[in-house]
Structures are given as C-alpha cells and as structure tokens.
C-alpha cells in the first residue's frame, strides 16, 4: 500500500512525497542487492526487484576489502549477512612494500577481505530469503518507466549509470579521467600481506598492488601511467598476453607463478562526482554516484556503507524525500572526504616516477602516508618500531618529533621546521608598521615557531594593495620594523624573522579584506601597473599599465632599495614574492603576461623578469643571510601555469642562488578553481623538492602538527608554513610541543610563560 505523506516533495519532477512499498533496484552489485535486503528487513510486505544485466555468477575484479568500521555497520544493520561475512573473511595486519630490492614491512593496519563472487553470493542469498525479485541477464526498464511504476528507484548501475545519464541535466555528474592505466588480475595463492611492488622497466615504472581475499587466492592489480603502458606495448596486446606480460614484470612477487585473468581489460580510472544524489524518486548510490580510487579501499566498502545510510534513512523518515535529504546529508560529507583522500593516493600513484628516488623506509613512509588519512602519530600507535627507524634516518634526536629538528638556509639555522605564514594585516597608517604589528609579529615569535615572516611589505606606495598595508620605502618604516625585528630577537631568542618584499600589481588600489576583497577603493586610487593591460576582474578593477623598460628599472630599484632597508633592520631572511598573482607572478604566468618583447612570450622569456628583480635583491641583501622566494605553482585555470612549469620556474630561481622555494598555488586569475582539501597544495612542493633538489616550504591547509610531522617524514618538504592555525592559536608550537611531550631546546618557553607549559586542569573529579 502506498502511504501518501501530507507534506509536498523537495524533489523538482517528483510527485507527493511517500513511504516506498514498491521499490526498483537498477544494479546487482553488493550495494543495490544490500539496500534490498535491508529494505525488506524493514518491511518484508514491500515489494522490491532487482535488475542485473550479467548472469549471477559474472563478476569483474577478484576480492572485495572491508574495514572494520564497514563490517561494523553491517553487523548493526543486518546481523545475518554479517554472520556469513565473517566466516568468510581473510585478515591480517602487515604492509609490505617492495623497492630496489628492500621489501619494508609495516604492521598494525587491519584488513578484512573476501572474494567478490562469493560476497555476491551471500547477498543473492540473503535478497531470496528475504523476497526480492531477482532479475539476471535482464536490462533494466528506462528510467522513467521505473520512476512512474515505482515508489523508489535505486541506481547502483555503476560507474556508466544509464539512469543517472538519463537524468544528468539534473544530477549533473562530473566525470574525471586520470593518467593511469590498471588491469584487475588474480594469483592463486594467497600473499602474506597487502603488497605494493614497484618495478623500474625499461619502458617506466610500473606498479603492483596485490592482496589475498581467501585461503588460496589473491587479487593482483597493475598499474602504471598511460605512455608507459604505450611504450611497454601492452595497448597492443590481448587478454591473455597482457596476464602474461604482468606475471612477467612482477616474477618476483608472484615467485614464477601465472596470474589469471576474468574479462580483464585496461582502464583508466574515472573520477564520478554528482552535484545531486536524488531526482523526485531516483537516488542513486555507489559508483552510480561516486567513486573512490582502488589504492585506498574498495568501492564495494562505499556502496554497502550507502545502502545502509539510504536504508537507515527511509527507516528514519516516513516522508520520502526527507528521507533522500537525510541520506544525501548524512553520506555527502564522508565521502567526500574519500574521495579527496583518494584523489591524494591516486596522484601519488600517478606521480610514483618522482617519488622512487626516495631511500627504502621513507619511500615506504611516502607511500603508507599519501592519502594523508594515514599519518606520522597513526602510525606510530600502529607500528612504532617502524616509525621509529624512519625518524632515525630522518635524524631525529632521541624524544624528538620531526618538526623539532633544526634545519640550515645559508648562515641561518632554523631551530624548528615551523614557520608562520605571511598574513596581510591591513592596519598600517602611510605603510608604517604599527603596535599591532609588534603584538602580532612578537606573540608568534614567542609561541616558539622557528621562523615567523612579516606580511607583504610592499616596495613602493604604489606597490600597495590596500591602503593598510605596510611598506618599506622609507625610512620611518625602516625604523618601525627595526623596532619589531629588535622584539623578537631580544624577547624570544633563537626565533627567526623573515621579510617578505613584494609589489601588488594589477591587484592593488583595493580595500581592505573585510571592506570587500579585491574591490577599488570608493576613491583615491592610484595608478596600477603590470605586465599587460589586464584588469584583475575586467569592468570591476582599473586597467594597469605596462611597465616599460623605464618602469621595469624603476621597480627593480624599489626592491632592491627595499631589501637593503631590511637587512639594515635586522631580518632573518628575505622572501621574495612571486606568487599569487601580484607584480611579478603577472609576468610568470601566460594568462596574465601578453607581452610581445623580450619580457613575454615562452616561459624563459616570462622568467626574464622577476629573475632580474631577483638577482638585484640577492646582491643588496648579506650573503650570509638566505632569500627564498614564493611562487603559485598552478594557476588552477585551463592555459596558465602547470606543474611542469612550477618544476622549471623553481629551478631557474634556485640556479639563480634561492635558498628555498616556498610554494603556494593560485591566487592569479579570479576565474581559478581550486582543488581544496587537507594539505592541498603539497604536492606541488613535493615534485619541487624532489625534481629540482631545492628546499621547500609547503603551505595550504596545513593545520596539524601531526600533518607538519607527516610531511617532513614523507620527505614531502622541509619546512611547513602555516596560517590559520597561528591566527586560532599563537603559541601554536609551543602547544604541538606540549601535547607530544616534547621539552628540548627547539621548542623553549619564554622565561614568564613557563607556568604555563602544561595543559591546565579543565575540572576536578570527585
């Protein structure tokens, strides 16, 4: 009986909202099949029908890996198919990961497998028992019949859904495909532990991700970017040739044996992202709506945990489309937290090439981290021996977190890895910088970070952005950061400080942040210049003029002019600024310089520029004194600045005598779109360090010291800027230093604080 809800639908299309008794399953995967049997555990009067196009035994891939927190929602939900589950499932604890001969092995991490045919089984099973109407070898109806004959449809049809591109105007999918090419093989015989094996042919490198699902079985997957599986020649070879190749390559591992194939094929992983999850009656779960990378766990794992929301959900709810809100709320935020970790493993994976050079434990480090979901304090709980060796190579002191090393730029030795990031204040009066400044600079230095930077203090009044920023043109400015620079090396002594010159360009004449970020001023604008005549945002900011070879001198001067007044005032350490679209990052990038001269065009000409500024600082600031230099590394827009361009942009600074490459991304066009997410624009830092050989600072949603540990650990930088959290918290060091036990000489607490070194009591317990 259909139960009518009083109240109308959210859903556009959907008619009067309901508690579904007839229900349609498109997709005889594990998550379509458990979101029946789990429906009709709730109400064995519903009718539900299920649609496979593949007969019941067919299958793709071998064995399916569940985590605990999986098993544990299936236990809840349904205790019968958890039952069978757990007779069937293979477990163990170790990571091995083979290298140049080293295979390195990591214990602790707990997996749970079985074979995906005999999963199905089970839930074939469970759905008869139950009453489902299972239809094999049957196409499913269109997706609009279904939606009119039914209460609810569920979409688990995969990753090339039919009913979510029947309805894609509205779901609005957005389908990524990445640079790799895998093939799901099988051994028979059961591998010790989950291994990774990465294999350096001739043609390029190749990886092996290999796990057992039974007592005698172990799916095997091959892995490697698209030109080397080209070079390799394996787009030419069949089924059987490709299985026999891989066996080949990875003899080793699979200790001669054969690898056997099921409709094994090469692909290239697809990215599925949906703006909606629902259309009237229409939801759609698993692959249909999203999938997660292979290297991070299975999306069987995503499928069931979406069929016990949506079910738990409909329970919940007797309105229906309260209940595919609720589900949709509920599931949205977990899985995108997997698939931004999942995009982290993939591009490790696709970057593999860049990370081989690594020695033994801190590439298995590299590798076991590269979601960023596994980090330095997880695995210390879960393998401390292991952790412990990778410290020790690293060159930890006894009792001493990776952070609390101290690291050498030049004459300079950081006494830690932490630095504070530049954040633009907006309060100076005439460029001066003021109390706020010496309160602000001065309390982070006291809270213990190795080098704290000044914001971007700008080498000309027309090199502002907002009329708060501070400056260095003068010699009352000088004065004032003499004042600050003298705070925090006679307050807080041992701590770094860092200027960071730069000139706005195109995006100055604004106001300040909080007035409307970006804007003109309402007036008193001065006149802008830059590479090209492009405004920031075209019709909103004044169009700048391009600097001539007169004004290329001209500001070439006030840096240097500037860099001098910092090295009288003190300073740690210059930074020059090159990123985010300012003066000189205008003419890095293609999308903002247009130049026809020597200046423009191909990127040594672009470079010509700001390597000029830069040499002109290097030469006016203390030899014995670092200068780094920051730069965006992508411009998160389709024809700007790439990854390989960051590469030869950081190594034409360095050659030029950088100390380190401090890198950021975006910021360039107001057009960008970002890949937010947990460290996000470490990667970059990564190919950087590694590719060019030069130090890096990595930033960009860094709010750890778990992560800062992770990351030094990984080799993924060598020092770690942050923002916010110093914004959050000023002693922020200080506190990572405490919560990890740590009292050694990186991390000292000012003379009046030290009261204050342990956490205080929040309560008294009776």
Request: hydrophobic share 40%; with cysteine.
């Amino acid at each position: 009986m259909l139960i009518v809800s009083p109240g109308p639908g959210h859903n556009p299309g959907g008619g009067p909202a309901t508690t579904p008794a007839r229900i349609a399953v498109v997709g005889g995967g594990p998550g379509g099949l458990y979101a029946a049997a789990l429906l009709l555990r709730q109400d064995p009067t519903r009718q539900v029908t299920v649609w496979e196009r593949n007969a019941p035994s067919d299958t793709f891939g071998f064995g399916v890996v569940l985590s605990d927190e999986t098993l544990g929602g299936i236990r809840d939900a349904d205790p019968v198919v958890y039952g069978a589950l757990h007779e069937e499932l293979v477990r163990w604890d170790d990571i091995d990961v083979v290298h140049r001969g080293h295979r390195t092995t990591s214990t602790g991490h707990g997996f749970a497998a079985l074979g995906r045919r005999r999963l199905l089984e089970i839930l074939h099973a469970r759905c008869t028992d139950l009453g489902a109407r299972l239809h094999f070898r049957t196409e499913a109806p269109p997706a609009e019949v279904l939606a009119a004959d039914h209460d609810l449809v569920i979409a688990a049809d995969g990753v090339h859904s039919r009913t979510r591109d029947a309805r894609a105007a509205h779901f609005r999918p957005r389908i990524s495909t990445h640079r790799c090419r895998y093939i799901w093989l099988a051994a028979d015989f059961p591998f010790e532990a989950f291994r990774f094996e990465i294999a350096e042919t001739e043609h390029g490198v190749m990886q092996l991700h290999a796990y057992p699902f039974s007592a005698s079985s172990s799916t095997v997957i091959v892995e490697m970017r698209e030109e080397v599986w080209r070079a390799a020649g394996f787009h030419e070879l069949d089924e059987a040739e490709s299985t026999a190749r891989c066996a080949k390559v990875f003899a080793e591992a699979l200790g001669g044996r054969e690898l056997r194939s099921n409709n094994s094929t090469w692909t290239a992983f697809r990215t599925v992202a949906n703006e909606r999850w629902s259309y009237g009656n229409t939801v759609l779960i698993g692959d249909a709506a999203h999938t997660a990378h292979f290297s991070i766990g299975s999306g069987t794992k995503l499928a069931v945990e979406d069929a016990v929301a949506l079910a738990a959900a409909i329970d919940a709810h007797r309105d229906l489309d309260e209940a595919l809100v609720a589900y949709e709320t509920e599931r949205r935020p977990v899985v995108e937290s997997t698939q931004r970790a999942a995009r982290a493993s993939l591009h490790w994976f696709e970057e593999l090439a860049g990370h081989v050079d690594r020695p033994p434990r801190r590439f298995a480090f590299d590798l076991l981290t590269r979601s960023r979901r596994v980090t330095h304090a997880n695995l210390r709980l879960r393998d401390p021996a292991f952790t412990a060796a990778v410290e020790a190579d690293f060159g930890c002191p006894p009792d001493t977190p990776p952070m609390f090393t101290p690291f050498r730029l030049r004459g300079l030795t950081l006494r830690n890895r932490v630095v504070v990031s530049p954040m633009d204040l907006y309060v100076a009066e005439g460029g001066v910088p003021g109390d706020f400044h010496l309160v602000h600079l001065g309390s982070r230095a006291l809270g213990g970070a190795g080098l704290v930077m000044t914001e971007m203090v700008c080498v000309s009044p027309e090199g502002r952005i907002t009329p708060g920023c501070t400056g260095l043109w003068s010699d009352e400015q000088a004065a004032a950061w003499t004042r600050i620079v003298d705070f925090v090396h006679g307050s807080s002594p041992g701590t770094a400080l860092g200027v960071q010159l730069g000139h706005s360009g195109r995006k100055g004449s604004t106001r300040r942040m909080w007035e409307g970020i970006d804007q003109p001023l309402p007036e008193a604008n001065w006149p802008l210049v830059a590479a090209s005549p492009l405004p920031y945002r075209t019709g909103v900011n004044q169009v700048p003029h391009a600097l001539d070879r007169a004004g290329l001198a001209a500001v070439r001067q006030e840096f240097t002019a500037a860099a001098r007044r910092a090295a009288r005032c003190g300073f740690d350490l210059l930074e020059l600024h090159c990123a985010h679209g300012y003066l000189l990052s205008g003419f890095l990038s293609p999308l903002t310089n247009h130049r026809t001269d020597g200046y423009g065009g191909d990127l040594a000409a672009r470079l010509r520029y700001p390597l000029e500024v830069f040499d002109a600082v290097r030469e006016a600031w203390p030899d014995d004194r670092p200068v780094t230099v920051r730069i965006s590394a992508t411009d998160w827009a389709p024809g700007g600045t790439t990854v390989e361009d960051a590469v030869e942009i950081a190594a034409a600074f360095a050659s030029h005598g950088a100390d380190a490459i401090d890198v950021s991304t975006g910021q360039v066009v107001p057009e960008e779109e970002p890949a937010y997410g947990r460290s996000y624009q470490t990667p970059y830092a990564d190919r950087i360090r590694n590719e060019v050989g030069v130090p890096v600072i990595a930033v960009g949603a860094i709010s750890s010291w778990d992560d800062v540990n992770s990351l030094l650990l990984a080799g993924r930088a060598d020092l770690c800027a942050l923002a916010r959290p110093h914004l959050y918290d000023p002693h922020w060091t200080l506190h990572a230093a405490a919560e990890q036990s740590y009292r050694g000489p990186a991390a000292p607490w000012p003379a009046p604080y030290r009261a204050g070194s342990r956490r205080p009591p929040t309560g008294r317990r009776e």
